[in-house]
Each structure stands twice: as structure tokens, then as C-alpha cells.
């Protein structure tokens, strides 16, 4: 009886695979794209696109305004790899699974990656469409993509997750925004719940009171993976609606990704011109 695949055979598969679709020159940076956020890669240059379906052990996202597709190119001649779509525990992926992307992005070379979310804000004065800094987060998900046996190829068993989201490149992003758009960059505290019933009223002050400025349902497993991998991490969250029981509507995920398209122009220009900036070596950062 054939051994089953061990998870850095299906990394091998998959990075294999992205080379022949992409072509083989090794990206410095990966960008994840969440809900409705996939036109914010429209500038990037010399394009090369592959549908995640076509790459062997790819996990598939089935949430709409994630479209799973994987994007090769250029922003001021810093090569790209663009992940439009993320999956999410609530869709049944373990967390492994989730970070299963940022681990072929770091095999492939890259030691920079780029996250965004759409979240809900519960720092009251946040504005529905301002792009917030992720400083910190807080894992609520009960799980996380180091658990079971550690494959020393990856990375260590134990990782240091004091400064998840690397100083210099959240300097960089808030110098870049207050160039572009007249202020700089607000930081907070990105909370990320199971999902994907949207937080109760309860929650939100439960959260509120652990420190949270902001909540989702994805990332954390991402940036877990990346540090563990020795990726240096830029967190931006694009606020979509106030969370429960700071508006009195409904929480729709329509009205979420309507949000994320309104505001993706916006948050293409900052990650471009982020990305055209950054020092050489940030991963070190």
C-alpha cells in the first residue's frame, strides 16, 4: 500500500505546478486578496493568472467574492505572486489547509507576505471603507496550522508571535498612505472568529474588552504559517461595516463585499506602492 502524501510532498506538488503555469523566476512578495478584494491586483503588471483548481492539492475556496485564482507579476519590477481568494475553517479546511498557499508562496521564494481582510469594526470611530493596520491579533478559532507533527523543513516547533506583524513594513504602509491620501495609516487589533455566523452583540463586547479593535474570520492561520516560515507580515484590514451592537442593522455578506469592491481601487494603490518601496531583505525586519 502506497504511503499517503505528507503535507511538504503536496507543498512540492504544488509549488512544482505554479512554476510551470507561471513561469519560474521566484516571487519576493505574496499579497492574499480576501472577500471581494480581488481587484486590487488590476495594476499589476505582466500578468500570468491560474485558476487554483488546476494546481494538484490546492484547497478551492466556495465563498462568493473569493474567486480562487493565483496571479504571477510585477509592481515596480518586485516579483508578485496575488492569491484573489482565501479559505476558511467554516468551510471545513483545517487550519493546515489554510495555510496551505503561504506555504508554497515561501517555498517558491517569497519572504514577504502581504494579508487583507474585510472585517467588522468595533472600534467605534473607524469609518466603514478606511483601511485600518492589523498591529496584533487574537486567535479564536480553537485552532492552528502548527498542530500535529512539525516538519522541520517548514519551519521550528515553537515560533516567537510577540511581533506577528513586522514594524518596519507597517512604518512603511502608514508613510505610503499619508503620501497618497492625506493621513496615515490607524492601527488595531484584528480578532478572528470561527465563523460563519456573524458575532453577537455578546461577542463583540467580549471582544471589545479583550483588546480587539477589529473581527473577522481568517488571517490569523495565514500569519501564524508565514512567521513560522520566516516571512516578514503586513496585515491591512478594510473596514466593511461597524460589528453587532455598534450599528442597529443587520449584518449581510452582501453589504460586506459591496464594501470590499468600493474600496479595492484604494487598496491596489497603497499595496502597489508599498510593495515598489520596500527595502531590500524586509523579511528581516
Not at 39 to 58: D, I, K, N, T
Not at 195 to 207: F, I, N, Q, W
Amino acid at each position: 500500500m502506497k504511503p499517503a502524501a505528507t503535507l511538504h510532498d503536496r507543498l512540492l506538488a504544488a509549488a512544482e505546478a505554479v512554476s510551470q503555469h507561471l513561469g519560474s523566476e521566484s516571487p519576493e512578495v505574496a499579497i492574499i486578496l480576501g472577500s471581494g478584494l480581488a481587484s486590487a491586483a488590476e495594476r499589476l503588471q505582466g500578468v500570468a493568472a491560474v485558476p487554483y483548481a488546476a494546481l494538484p492539492c490546492f484547497p478551492e475556496p466556495t465563498v462568493a467574492g473569493h474567486p480562487g485564482r493565483l496571479l504571477s507579476g510585477a509592481w515596480g519590477g518586485r516579483r508578485l505572486l496575488v492569491f484573489c481568494g482565501r479559505v476558511h475553517t467554516y468551510e471545513g479546511y483545517p487550519a493546515a489547509e489554510i495555510a496551505f498557499p503561504v506555504r508554497v508562496a515561501a517555498i517558491l521564494g517569497a519572504r514577504t507576505l502581504v494579508v487583507t481582510n474585510v472585517s467588522g469594526a468595533i472600534e467605534p470611530s473607524y469609518a466603514v471603507g478606511e483601511i485600518v493596520m492589523i498591529r496584533d491579533h487574537i486567535n479564536l478559532t480553537g485552532a492552528s496550522p502548527l498542530g500535529g507533527p512539525n516538519d522541520e523543513r517548514q519551519g521550528p516547533r515553537f515560533v516567537d508571535m510577540s511581533e506577528p506583524y513586522a514594524p518596519a513594513l507597517r512604518e512603511l504602509a502608514s508613510s505610503v498612505a499619508k503620501e497618497r491620501f492625506g493621513s496615515p495609516l490607524r492601527e488595531g487589533v484584528y480578532a478572528s472568529m470561527p465563523g460563519p455566523s456573524y458575532e453577537t452583540k455578546a461577542e463583540v463586547k467580549m471582544l471589545r474588552l479583550l483588546g480587539a479593535d477589529l473581527v473577522g474570520m481568517s488571517t490569523v492561520h495565514e500569519v501564524i504559517a508565514a512567521r513560522h516560515s520566516g516571512l516578514a507580515v503586513l496585515g491591512l484590514s478594510l473596514v466593511a461595516n461597524p460589528a453587532a451592537g455598534v450599528q442597529a442593522s443587520p449584518l449581510r455578506h452582501e453589504d460586506v463585499t459591496a464594501a470590499a469592491a468600493a474600496g479595492a481601487a484604494r487598496l491596489g494603490e497603497l499595496l502597489e506602492t508599498v510593495v515598489t518601496r520596500l527595502p531590500p531583505a524586509a523579511s528581516d525586519s
